[in-house]
């Protein structure tokens, strides 16, 4: 063989290896760009999952907040009524109907 011929293997068998490694560094890039979007979609699941826990126990705290002003709200309108029907009643005579109650 000569020189020329084997300096011409050479390169090409240079060349090779370094499409070889290039095709080996993008199977690798792939395979992690892979792996990332898999952690990332795991990652959302489990934020999102945190985000609906913590989204249902804001709505039954605000609930249960609703509850109690509205109770405090009936609660006060009624004592309002109750003062003033005894008022009424007070102011026509009827003071014994009251005792009753």
């Given at each position: 063989m000569s020189v020329r011929k084997v300096t011409k293997v050479e390169e090409d068998f240079q060349?090779?290896?370094g499409?070889?490694?290039m095709a080996d560094r993008w199977r690798n890039s792939q395979a992690r760009c892979l792996?990332?979007?898999t952690l990332s979609?795991?990652?959302n699941l489990n934020a999102t999952a945190r985000l609906q826990d913590t989204l249902g126990q804001e709505l039954a705290l605000a609930h249960r907040q609703l509850l109690t002003a509205r109770r405090a709200a009936l609660r006060a309108l009624l004592e309002a009524e109750h003062r003033r029907w005894r008022r009424e009643l007070g102011a026509g005579g009827g003071?014994?109907?009251a005792e009753r109650l």
């Open positions: 060349r090779v290896l499409f070889k490694k792996w990332q979007t979609q795991r990652r003071a014994r109907g």
